[in-house]
């Protein structure tokens, strides 16, 4: 029971004590005890629903505060899928200099440009002439 119906529950009491009938000022005050309990129901009632909305907020400020971490780098996400590296999307070259593997993705190749070993700076394809193609 919330404060305010404690003092509504009080005042019901007195006039009960004071046998106040419902005749004349009785029934007024009696109207104006039972339009305060229906007030204080209404008070606990919200009471009752800003307290779940602070708790939603909470959970809310929670969520925003994670998602703020991921923007910022800040989180320990090992199961990250989209970091992982897929052989199929890629074209494995072999430097000719040193012999590593190198992947590359196609639109690198048809681009155009020579492309350099990230090892030894040698030359992996070389830019083709359109009279060459």
Do not use: H, S, W
């Not at 199929?88 to 040193?98: A, H, R, S, T």
């Not at 593997?101 to 190749?109: C, H, K, S």
């Amino acid at each position: 029971m919330g404060y305010m119906k404690e003092k509504v529950a009080y005042l019901r009491g007195l006039a009960e004590g004071m046998n106040i009938g419902d005749e004349g000022q009785g029934k007024l005050l009696n109207a104006i005890i039972a339009t305060m309990d229906e007030m204080a129901g209404a008070i606990d009632e919200n009471e009752a629903a800003m307290a779940e909305i602070d708790e939603c907020l909470d959970d809310i400020y929670d969520e925003l505060d994670d998602i703020d971490d991921y923007l910022e780098g800040d989180f320990d996400d090992d199961d990250d899928e989209d970091d992982e590296f897929d052989e199929d999307d890629y074209v494995e070259l072999e430097c000719p200099e040193c012999g590593e593997a190198i992947y590359f993705d196609e639109a690198m190749l048809e681009c155009g440009e020579e492309l350099l070993c990230p090892n030894c700076n040698a030359v992996l394809v070389p830019v083709m002439e359109e009279d060459e193609e």
